[in-house]
């Protein structure tokens, strides 16, 4: 049979258009991730980086596509009046998402940390598309729910995208600093003198004056002279980043673009600018992270925080500083637990704790999550060099970066050195890595990274508590009275109350309610023996509502009795702020 081309067509639309209308939350369709036969209703390129606009209209078209499913608010605003928004997800037929516990996830806290935005994109976009049809993503929905911030910094993203930089600048927000003290603000930055949308570094030959020569094998690459005694000196000096002495004063680049760093605001052993640079002049002073404490103040129900950077192939834990000793035993095990699992998951990635294995943070987010909100909470850097290399065969990091863009990027990294007339320095050459090489992965290993990525942060969601209150077991004791007996249990890894919380009294103690007409609660408490019903920690007063405040630990079964008198319909609850409450009618 032979179908004319306008027919051919019809056909293929007609095609499209069922998978688009077949994918999705509640189809049978699903996209689990393959692309054979599987069309995700809503198509993103994830194989580049996003402008911080960009960025939002993708989330705003994932809100478009799933209405019910995907909200947004803004929260605040930046220094450079920029929006903070956040991006709710939750499946409504299953229940508000202050009524389930919750993740908190964000990126792009530092400016040039930029694929943390496109990080939180795909995990929103991936929960979105796999709902409905891949059980364990439609089981986490329907049970948790996700507060999305793409981006912590859009000024800091908005300034690297659209200024020149190096893979190191436009880290912090924008906010002007006179950072040489002569009255001026951000006057004498780096300059973009060759026009090509990055800053480079600057040489110039000089033979037999320098402290650097040329590597004989690549000329591209620099090597210092060591020092000899043989008075052997090169050929070449190294005049840092591409710039102009814009103010006169004999200095090159020693006022660049002023800034802060909102991964050192928080109220957690926060020092000072003069120690912590960035700090600001007080614990939340910048406006981005205010409006975050003040949503996560007002969300007690957020049970688990991940925040998304960009360098290192880490998945870093605190304490910042030694200052604040040990973290308590019991929740050591549940992040040793996660971030072993995330070190099989993440290739090349470790796990780390800040102070000891990185260097010391004050006032981190982290940190303050953990230590101040009682969430656990991990920061993870995204991109890792040693994916360039995995057979780890190039050991120097300019080896790997060179060969890695000789051959997979075709060149297309590095600026070739080439010649300039400097104002000051007269006849010089530019040249070097532009600014997307080094910190940020190559197009084609932005998905591979992302989804990994993903992957540990859904493993890391669903490890929040989930209690489960089993079949009361009644039991006669004469004289009209009863002993009701439950087994409560939290099947998964976080506990219902971090031990940190409890030691430190953060938040509100979880409660075991009975209730039920025409019965009198006359003494309840939590057993101390499985065997022995008899030892039981009896509550002083109002012993229909057990207070927790240990709560339920990791995989961990609670043990509660009550003396009653009565009968009719009586219901078990557990209620807690990280924890869906829960509740189990039976008959007395």
């Not at 210092?224 to 814009?246: A, F, H, K, T, Y």
């Not at 969430?375 to 290399?389: D, G, Q, V």
């Not at 103690?509 to 003494?523: K, N, R, T």
Request: charged share 25%; proline share 7%; aromatic share 10%.
């Amino acid at each position: 049979m032979k179908l004319s081309l306008s027919c051919l067509l019809v056909l293929l639309l007609g095609t499209s258009a069922h998978f688009a209308q077949q994918t999705g939350p509640g189809s049978t369709a699903g996209f689990p991730g393959l692309p054979a036969g599987r069309a995700p209703r809503v198509e993103i390129p994830f194989n580049r980086l996003y402008p911080g606009e960009e960025l939002y209209a993708h989330f705003d078209r994932l809100v478009a596509a799933y209405p019910d499913f995907l909200s947004m608010q803004v929260i605040g605003h930046s220094v450079e009046n920029r929006e903070m928004r956040v991006y709710t997800l939750n499946a409504p037929g299953t229940g508000a998402d202050r009524e389930k516990p919750a993740m908190w996830v964000d990126g792009n806290v530092h400016g040039n940390e930029v694929q943390g935005g496109e990080g939180v994109l795909y995990l929103a976009w991936y929960l979105l598309e796999n709902y409905g049809t891949n059980e364990r993503i439609t089981d986490l929905l329907d049970s948790t729910a996700f507060y999305l911030l793409p981006t912590v910094n859009p000024d800091g993203r908005a300034n690297w995208f659209e200024k020149a930089h190096n893979p190191h600048s436009s880290r912090s927000g924008v906010m002007p600093l006179d950072r040489d003290r002569d009255g001026l603000f951000d006057e004498d930055g780096p300059d973009d003198l060759d026009g090509d949308g990055s800053i480079t570094q600057m040489r110039k030959y000089v033979p037999g004056e320098g402290d650097w020569r040329l590597n004989p094998d690549d000329p591209r690459v620099m090597e210092r002279v060591p020092p000899n005694d043989r008075g052997i000196r090169g050929d070449w000096i190294l005049l840092g980043q591409e710039g102009i002495d814009n103010d006169g004063d004999g200095r090159v680049n020693e006022d660049g673009v002023g800034g802060y760093d909102m991964n050192r605001a928080w109220p957690a052993l926060w020092m000072p600018d003069h120690v912590q640079y960035g700090a600001g002049p007080y614990p939340l002073y910048w406006p981005e992270a205010r409006c975050i404490a003040r949503f996560l103040l007002d969300h007690p129900n957020v049970a688990a925080v991940q925040s998304y950077h960009n360098a290192g192939g880490m998945i870093l834990r605190g304490p910042g500083a030694e200052a604040f000793g040990s973290y308590p035993r019991r929740d050591v095990a549940v992040y040793d637990a996660l971030g072993k699992d995330g070190e099989k998951m993440l290739p090349f990635y470790r796990y780390m704790v800040i102070w000891k294995d990185l260097y010391s943070v004050f006032g981190g987010f982290v940190n303050w999550t953990y230590e101040r909100l009682g969430i656990l909470s991990f920061t993870n850097e995204l991109w890792t060099e040693p994916r360039m290399s995995p057979d780890g065969k190039l050991d120097g990091v300019e080896d790997r970066r060179h060969w890695f863009d000789d051959n997979l990027l075709m060149g297309a990294g590095f600026v070739d050195w080439h010649p300039y007339e400097h104002p000051l320095y007269g006849e010089i050459e530019i040249g070097g890595f532009r600014k997307d090489v080094g910190r940020v992965p190559p197009t084609f290993l932005i998905e591979e990274m992302l989804h990994r990525n993903a992957a540990f942060c859904i493993r890391h969601a669903e490890a929040m508590p989930r209690v489960v209150i089993e079949e009361p077991s009644v039991t006669e004791l004469g004289d009209e009275l009863r002993a009701i007996d439950v087994v409560i249990r939290n099947e998964h890894l976080i506990p219902t109350r971090m031990q940190l919380a409890v030691d430190r009294h953060i938040g509100e103690p979880d409660l075991v309610l009975l209730e039920g007409e025409g019965i009198e609660v006359l003494a309840g408490g939590f057993r101390s023996s499985r065997f022995r019903p008899e030892e039981i920690q009896l509550q002083d007063f109002d012993p229909a509502r057990l207070v927790r405040d240990a709560g339920i630990g990791s995989r961990a079964k609670l043990r509660v009795r009550w003396i009653v008198r009565g009968s009719g319909t009586a219901s078990v609850s557990y209620v807690g702020e990280k924890v869906r409450d829960v509740v189990r009618e039976f008959e007395l």
